[in-house]
């Protein structure tokens, strides 16, 4: 069932009709990720700020639309996750909820392995994407933002050589194919596609800097720019 669908029965019948329970399963953009830096051992670490992630905003907007209904939401996002990983923890972390509607974003870490990784990308969503349907869910592939396309004058010194690797992946269209991968394997399997990708791609086309549009400057949105995510997303389960 559309997820909309559910939000109009509940209105109808408030009382009999199951409430809607949204999963969003992805990265640490998911997650509700944004700055980074080095902890007391030297090692790389995320500030974390779910009250700003995409799935409270999401939560908003439907908060605002459908104010009697409540909405149940499980936020599956991990940081430094891929999608092989996800399929791993798919029981676990989603299926055993029983969502109605599961959001399903990749592609960040993933392109890390070059096109050598597209097959197991594209297998592994297809795999994401039958057992969901299977157990019920309607789903949408939500595609990921950009990364950096240049070294920013504002990252830290220590993360430069993080930021000059997400570079090269970028411009060497690592990420551009894997997003391409994950459509045709959304589109393989009857599901829906939300392509906040090409969204930043059109912005720095036409002269946005998205990089000073990260957090990190690399690879984490701005918090105000993860309501790209969120108004997208609503506007995709209004179809």
């Known amino acids: 069932m559309n997820i909309t669908k559910l939000f109009k029965q509940n209105l109808d019948d408030f009382w009999n009709v199951k409430k809607p329970t949204i999963a969003f399963l992805g990265d640490s953009v998911t997650q509700g990720c944004f700055d980074i830096y080095n902890d007391s051992d030297g090692k790389c670490d995320t500030f974390f700020e779910q009250e700003y992630a995409y799935h409270r905003y999401v939560a908003k907007i439907l908060g605002m639309l459908y104010p009697k209904v409540p909405v149940n939401i499980i936020n599956a996002g991990l940081s430094g996750d891929n999608v092989l990983h996800g399929a ?64 920013s004058c504002h990252i830290n010194p220590e993360f430069v050589s993080s930021a000059e690797m997400a570079m090269k992946w970028q411009a060497d269209g690592w990420l551009d194919r894997h997003v391409e991968t994950g459509i045709r394997a959304a589109n393989d399997c009857g599901v829906r596609v939300c392509d906040v990708y090409s969204k930043w791609k059109r912005m720095n086309k036409n002269g946005v800097d998205t990089t000073e549009l990260l957090a990190n400057k690399i690879n984490h949105p701005i918090h105000e720019m993860n309501w790209l995510f969120a108004y997208s997303l609503v506007e995709e389960m209004m179809k």
């Open 88 to 151: 791993e923890r798919l029981e676990r972390d989603v299926l055993c909820y029983n969502p109605d509607l599961t959001v399903v974003c990749f592609g960040l870490n993933d392109c890390a392995r070059g096109d050598d990784g597209l097959e197991l990308f594209y297998n592994s969503l297809t795999e994401i994407f039958t057992k969901l349907k299977d157990n019920g869910s309607e789903v949408i592939f939500m595609t990921p933002n950009m990364m950096n396309t240049k070294v």
